[in-house]
């Protein structure tokens, strides 16, 4: 034990199965729990969206929910779950001192201009002249015809006040592993001594589901359990709107403020396995042993999407260990991109401060965990590219 350890002490969720931990995990801690399912609005595709959410809460100022789209109204008022959970919020020497690290996209596009230009061009040659028309009406004030991805971060410090350094990832579940590692490497070395990190996905919008389909890769049909989409019409996935952030300290910084300790985050390793030549499942099990699995049973929360290659190679590398116990949570809560990685971790601590692990999410191809879970194992192999696993331990 060291006062460098990496602790959880702040976590704040949203999925459609609701908002905050504690609300997660008695929906999660009931067998055979039913998914919160959209099938109609975005056939023949299937989303889990948002719950009802008053803003107020976490965004007092109209103004500043206004100037945000779904998507940044989502992690900022995440994060604010997550700073209040950790008793940060409102503190102005603990607001100004405070680190960041945001996992984000590329943001939500306006389609009202999207459909204009193109219904525009369709009766026009001089498109460059129309684009730039379009380009000198249209513009939002980030210059851009989507949000710039660093709005989500800077609109947290505006809102939650926090002012510490500050950087944005982008790489879909990547960004969210490389967010959650460089949080914790820089408590580690004495760079930071309490970070939020997390992100945040807003699917229930076309241009996010047309970014998964132009590869192929969304689930078409009947809804599936997570590791029951192999072989069904479509790509496997199947989305989800939510957020995930965590508040990481030095163990010695949480200790002395007396805060509440969740758990321990352990090792956090990552990788980019070349997959056009076959090296998942060996990139996998490698990450495997990086991350220095404890003896005996072990939980493991998996983020997998259900994108056959992918998740055919992490359930394979799952069963030829015996002793790993996976849930794949996105069976209940969609895949969420960005924030996929720190909704795993936030899980996998749950389990290890509450002394109990989750039921089976899909009896057919989860098997049970007996006893109680000193350590989680947490994983995001993602969709397309990047691999990435941490180690939650009791604290």
């Given at each position: 034990m060291s006062?460098?350890?990496?602790?959880?002490?702040?976590?704040?969720?949203?999925?459609?199965?609701?908002?905050?931990?504690?609300?997660?995990?008695?929906?999660?801690?009931?067998?055979?729990?039913?998914?919160?399912?959209?099938?109609?609005?975005?056939?023949?595709?299937?989303?889990?969206?948002?719950?009802?959410?008053?803003?107020?809460?976490?965004?007092?100022?109209?103004?500043?929910?206004?100037?945000?789209?779904?998507?940044?109204?989502?992690?900022?008022?995440?994060?604010?779950?997550?700073?209040?959970?950790?008793?940060?919020?409102?503190?102005?020497?603990?607001?100004?001192?405070?680190?960041?690290?945001?996992?984000?996209?590329?943001?939500?596009?306006?389609?009202?201009?999207?459909?204009?230009?193109?219904?525009?061009?369709?009766?026009?040659?001089?498109?460059?002249?129309?684009?730039?028309?379009?380009?000198?009406?249209?513009?939002?004030?980030?210059?851009?015809?989507?949000?710039?991805?660093?709005?989500?971060?800077?609109?947290?410090?505006?809102?939650?006040?926090?002012?510490?350094?500050?950087?944005?990832f982008m790489g879909e579940e990547g960004a969210g592993v490389s967010a959650v590692e460089t949080a914790a490497s820089r408590i580690r070395s004495g760079q930071s001594t309490h970070i939020l990190v997390g992100g945040a996905f807003q699917t229930e919008h076309s241009d996010m589901l047309l970014g998964y389909e132009l590869a192929g890769y969304l689930h078409r049909g009947p809804w599936k359990p997570v590791w029951q989409r192999q072989g069904a019409d479509g790509g496997g996935v199947v989305s989800g709107s939510g957020g995930a952030f965590l508040v990481l300290e030095q163990r010695e910084h949480a200790i002395a403020r007396g805060r509440k300790i969740y758990a321990e985050l352990g090792s956090v390793v990552s990788g980019r396995a070349r997959r056009r030549l076959g090296g998942l499942d060996t990139e996998i099990a490698t990450l495997l042993r990086q991350a220095g699995l404890p003896k005996g049973d072990l939980l493991a929360m998996s983020g997998a999407s259900g994108a056959h290659a992918a998740t055919a190679a992490e359930k394979t590398s799952f069963d030829a260990n015996p002793a790993i116990a996976a849930r794949g949570f996105s069976t209940l809560t969609g895949h969420m991109k960005e924030a996929q990685f720190p909704f795993a971790v936030a899980l996998a601590a749950l389990a290890v401060d509450r002394k109990a692990a989750y039921p089976v999410f899909d009896a057919a191809a989860e098997k049970p965990f007996e006893g109680v879970p000193k350590s989680v194992l947490a994983t995001a192999v993602g969709y397309h590219q990047f691999e990435g696993m941490a180690l939650v331990n009791a604290a």
């Open positions: 006062s460098h350890d990496v602790v959880i002490t702040g976590i704040g969720l949203v999925s459609s199965l609701g908002e905050g931990p504690d609300a997660h995990w008695r929906k999660l801690a009931q067998p055979g729990l039913s998914p919160v399912l959209e099938s109609g609005r975005f056939a023949p595709y299937t989303v889990h969206p948002l719950p009802e959410i008053d803003w107020n809460l976490q965004i007092a100022k109209r103004g500043d929910q206004r100037q945000m789209e779904t998507w940044q109204r989502l992690g900022t008022y995440t994060a604010g779950l997550a700073l209040d959970d950790a008793g940060i919020k409102g503190n102005d020497e603990l607001c100004t001192t405070m680190d960041m690290v945001v996992a984000a996209g590329g943001g939500e596009r306006d389609e009202a201009v999207d459909a204009d230009i193109m219904a525009a061009s369709e009766s026009r040659n001089d498109r460059d002249v129309l684009l730039n028309e379009k380009l000198t009406t249209e513009l939002r004030p980030t210059l851009f015809l989507a949000q710039l991805s660093n709005l989500l971060a800077g609109n947290i410090s505006i809102v939650h006040k926090v002012t510490g350094s500050s950087r944005t």
